[in-house]
């Protein structure tokens, strides 16, 4: 979602890679689809179909982030030289750290009202920054923002990755997600402990903050921006088995969520809340998609005449991920004004006019940013560029 600029001082300039960009503004709208499907589900006889893809099929949306996110930093980073930890930081902490509490203390200050129920005191107000429960879309930044404090650590592990350990680092991947995510004694200790206890929300909310949780598509992302050459040549030679990897991992992933359906009796909100992006049906869609995007949107082989478009998703995805909340909360406001109940026709029109909202309102402070720098700064951190 964020712009990647580059870390060593004086570098090359290396050549624009426009999939970064179309793959930021692809998963902007895979995660404007998930938030959608969560309204859909409101509706007790919601189409599974739909559900399945509002919330099966964009589920590559978020870990997707980190790839392209790790891609842009290694593809610009020099590797041979120095690594300037401070200037880094800087950087990226302008970029995200200052649009992450803008954007709380927003939807704090704005839920507040619209709700009645008040800002919160100091206390809890750290509490919510340090988790990113401000709003249900900026956890992200909060463990982006990690991803970049460990720099240093991904950098060690990207000079020393080969196949064998990325391997490795895969197995320990899924075994991590399923412990996190599925084991029963440790979800039963995690809800168990007393609901005053400190310890608790560390744990409870631990999917917004642990990095463990999506090591391997971060390094991954790294280790092929800094092979860049070989990874054009996998992509070129390998574009058959790429695609058929991607459609094979979605299927494998929507079988899951439709036999826990059919099955094991699931409800759908129970059944998505299981086929997601960190059991191991999602974790290998995920990574089919991230080299399936990259290789679609790298070679191009579809109408010229979506670049345009694709390119003006990417520009204005990071804006939209983070607004795109506001146009859902008073859209449904309407549909309950109303009466209307969400269905299936209606939640397609709820997420197209979504993310209609939030471009334009992107693409409208966009421009006014470019005379008032600062509300560009504060929202995305873009700062205007020295002369």
Not at 10 to 38: D, F, Q, T
Not at 72 to 95: E, H, I, S, V, W
Not at 211 to 240: D, E, P, Q, T
Not at 347 to 362: N, R, S
Request: positive net charge.
């Amino acid at each position: 979602m964020q712009e990647s600029t580059q870390t060593a001082v004086n570098k090359p300039h290396k050549p624009r890679l426009a999939a970064i960009e179309y793959i930021r503004g692809i998963s902007m709208m895979g995660v404007i689809g998930i938030h959608v499907g969560s309204q859909y589900l409101g509706n007790t006889a919601a189409n599974i179909n739909l559900v399945a893809l509002f919330e099966v099929a964009s589920r590559f949306s978020v870990p997707i982030f980190f790839f392209i996110s790790a891609f842009g930093l290694f593809y610009n980073l020099d590797m041979n030289a120095p690594f300037d930890y401070r200037y880094f930081l800087k950087r990226r902490f302008k970029t995200v750290l200052v649009p992450y509490l803008v954007w709380s203390i927003f939807y704090l200050a704005h839920d507040g009202l619209l709700y009645g129920v008040g800002f919160p005191d100091p206390l809890h107000l750290l509490t919510i920054l340090f988790f990113g429960n401000a709003k249900y879309q900026l956890y992200f930044l909060v463990i982006l923002l990690w991803f970049y404090l460990l720099m240093p650590v991904w950098i060690w592990m990207v000079r020393r990755a080969s196949a064998v350990n990325l391997t490795l680092l895969l197995i320990a991947q899924l075994a991590f997600d399923y412990w996190s995510s599925f084991s029963v004694s440790f979800n039963i200790f995690v809800y168990g402990l007393p609901d005053g206890s400190w310890l608790k929300p560390f744990f409870m909310y631990r999917l917004n903050y642990w990095v463990l949780h999506y090591i391997f598509i971060f390094v991954l992302g790294g280790w092929l921006a800094v092979h860049i050459g070989s990874f054009m040549n996998f992509m070129r030679n390998h574009r058959l088995g790429i695609t058929v990897f991607f459609w094979g991992s979605l299927a494998a992933l929507l079988a899951y969520y439709y036999q826990l359906i059919f099955t094991s009796g699931y409800t759908p909100m129970e059944a998505i809340n299981t086929a997601h992006q960190l059991c191991p049906a999602g974790i290998f869609y995920t990574i089919a998609a991230s080299v399936f995007f990259f290789t679609i949107f790298t070679y191009q082989h579809y109408p010229a005449c979506l670049n345009p478009l694709l390119h003006q998703l990417g520009k204005h995805s990071y804006f939209a991920y983070l607004a795109h909340p506001v146009a859902i909360t008073y859209l449904g406001l309407v549909l309950q004004h109303y009466g209307r109940i969400m269905t299936a026709p209606l939640a397609v029109a709820f997420y197209c006019a979504t993310l209609i909202l939030a471009m334009l309102a992107a693409m409208v402070c966009r421009k006014i940013g470019e005379s008032f720098p600062l509300l560009n700064e504060w929202t995305i951190g873009v700062y205007p560029k020295k002369k």
